[in-house]
């Protein structure tokens, strides 16, 4: 089980977006995953008149390490730690570290 998936609320932590606030949209296989509107970049694209692209300067979604990211608790409005709890009925559940909450069940 990851600490972090798709959809979840995080926090940058370092390089030059910290601070800022995003969802997951995908996570990679290498430890890197891209999050909305963090780690932006340019990225210039030729006409293509076959496929029906403009060309110009677009604004594209960069991946960024996980270990630069943490999970946003929304009850302490802070960023958190991840940790694993058993239920009683056998299921695994992520928890927030702090205050012991279950993030998704």
């Known amino acids: 089980m990851n600490k972090i998936k798709k959809g979840d609320s995080v926090i940058v932590i370092a390089g030059k977006d910290k601070g800022k606030k995003g969802e997951i949209v995908r996570l990679l296989d290498d430890n890197k995953c891209i999050v909305s509107a963090i780690n932006m970049a340019k990225k210039h694209t030729k006409p293509n ?6 060309g110009g300067i677009i604004e594209k979604e960069m991946p960024i390490e996980i270990s630069n990211i943490m999970i946003f608790n929304p009850v302490t409005k802070k ?15 992520r928890i927030y570290k702090s205050n012991r909450e279950v993030i998704d069940i």
């Open 79 to 93: 960023q958190d730690r991840v940790g694993f709890k058993k239920l009683e009925s056998g299921k695994k559940v």
């Open 49 to 54: 008149p076959n496929a029906g692209i403009e």
